[in-house]
């Protein structure tokens, strides 16, 4: 996943994500973040394979960046019911802010489920 991440109006850089802690301290740095408020605000450029919708992917978002790479390893690691959940869950909670959809990446076992083309079929 390609993030877009800015510090205020100056600096601006574009990193793949997750990262290890080393690759996260160099970011901050670079941004010029001190460590003990590591908020940065970004936005997803990329995300390989996902189909996630063109207003999600352009909508500004502000998080700390470590709560940010734990986003994008659980993205990374969901299967393709968990993604199709998560999918569904973001289409019915357009507005959700980055900690609902980060929350929403865990207990997508519990969603149900069920592949149809429409709600005729359903």
Do not use: H, W
């Not at 990262?19 to 450029?45: A, G, Y």
Request: contains cysteine; negative net charge; aromatic residues 12%.
């Amino acid at each position: 996943m390609k993030i877009n991440l800015k510090n205020g109006e100056f600096l601006f850089m574009s990193k793949e994500f997750p990262m290890n802690i080393f690759e996260i301290q160099d970011t901050l740095d670079r941004l010029k973040i001190t460590d003990d408020k590591p908020i940065v605000e970004f936005s997803i450029s990329e995300y390989d394979n996902m189909e996630l919708s063109y207003t999600l992917c352009r909508r500004a978002f502000s998080a700390d960046i470590y709560r940010l790479n734990l986003f994008a390893e659980r993205l990374e690691n969901l299967d393709f019911s968990e993604m199709t959940a998560f999918k569904s869950l973001l289409i019915a909670n357009p507005e959700c802010s980055f900690e609902d959809m980060l929350k929403m990446t865990y207990g997508l076992d519990s969603v149900m489920i069920y592949p149809c083309k429409n709600c005729c079929e359903l």
